[in-house]
């Protein structure tokens, strides 16, 4: 069963512009909610994570806007570079471990 | 500092051979995970191990997979007899318990 569900699978956007990935999660037990980036040829790298008392979270040009009612929760990537060319993974996390989504391709053109 | 290390990173055999392979953690970590990715099913978290024991096995695929880690600096996961669906990259990761895992950067297994 997929516990959790990730659009769109892939996605092209302007350079400058503004990228938007969501997820959706079907089991309240979660307690850790992170996305990972992926370039070719490596493993997943944690970008930004968020848990659930809290309804945003910012670093940088990256942004976790989490609505735990809805159960869902988004990766907003602002003025998208091309080095943001990556693959994005969300994950839902409980009890030490983390069940991924499926992945979007985002690529960025200049 | 090292990452998570793991070998070989691209393996080609042939169907029904056994395939081995390795992963050595981030000192320090106590939580070591294997996962598989595959175009079609995306990350599958197949086993974890906590303090070297297995906590959870219920996503290795069936009794081919067999994963062990004998000490605190080591595991292994085992494919015997391989067959040309277990084609995929198999990720190990590690971690403190915190949530943030550490992968290391594959190893692309291919099966003939």
């Known amino acids: ?3 959790v ?3 769109p699978q892939s996605l092209i956007v302007q350079k400058g512009g503004i990228s938007i990935i969501n997820c959706a999660y079907e089991n309240t037990a979660f307690d850790y909610f ?7 040829g490596k ?6 994570a968020i848990r659930p008392d809290v309804s945003e979270k910012k670093e940088g040009r990256f942004t976790i806007s989490f609505n735990k009612s809805a159960k869902q929760f988004s990766l907003h990537i602002m003025d998208s570079q091309p080095g943001d060319s990556a693959t994005y993974f969300c994950a839902i996390g409980g009890g030490n471990k983390l069940t991924f989504g499926t992945g979007t391709q985002l690529k960025v053109e200049l | 500092d ?3 290390i793991q070998s070989p990173r691209h393996e080609v055999t042939e169907m029904g051979q056994e395939v081995t392979l390795r992963c050595k953690p981030i000192s320090g970590h106590d939580y070591l995970f294997w996962y598989r990715q595959t175009m079609m099913r995306g990350l599958e978290l197949l086993i974890y191990f906590n303090n070297n024991v297995p906590i959870d096995d219920s996503g290795m695929p069936e009794d081919r997979f067999s994963a062990k880690m004998p000490n605190a600096s080591f595991s292994t996961l085992k494919i015997q007899p391989s067959e040309p669906r277990d084609s995929a990259v198999y990720f190990c990761a590690s971690s403190w318990g915190t949530g943030e895992l550490f992968f290391g950067e594959g190893s692309r297994l291919t099966v003939l």
């Open chain 1, 5 to 7: 569900k990730q659009s």
């Open chain 1, 43 to 48: 493993g997943p790298a944690l970008l930004i």
């Open chain 1, 34 to 40: 992170p996305w990972y980036q992926q370039f070719p």
């Open chain 1, 1 to 3: 069963q997929q516990q």
């Open chain 2, 2 to 4: 090292a990452g998570v």
